[in-house]
């Protein structure tokens, strides 16, 4: 079994590659389709939201405060896209070693 791994590894690690590649792309692709279902931003009693130029702003003049909720999926949405960045440099890593094998 040993012999033939060895004897096989620069289509082993270009087909690792591959698969580490797509992973990585359905891994991003798929974070990007998600979309957040909840409130963004507190609200409070006494005021109301405006817009500004296409910015939520409260009367007063100042930026709403963001939910716990929203800056949670803030933080999963930007762990789950590294993990498919280290997907995809991983496998165009190992496609690269197996073409200079």
Sequence with gaps: MLIWIIE???PLLS????????SGAWVIALDVLRVF????YEHERNS???MVKGLP??????SPEVT??????????KRVRKRGLYLLTAGFTL???AFWL
């Design 8 to 10: 096989h590894r620069v």
């Design 15 to 22: 087909t690792l590659g591959l698969m580490l590649d797509i």
């Design 37 to 40: 279902r909840g409130p963004r």
């Design 48 to 50: 109301e939201e405006i």
């Design 57 to 62: 702003r409260t009367v007063d003049g100042a």
């Design 68 to 77: 716990t909720e929203y800056n949670k999926w803030q933080v999963d949405l």
């Design 95 to 97: 496609q690269a070693i």
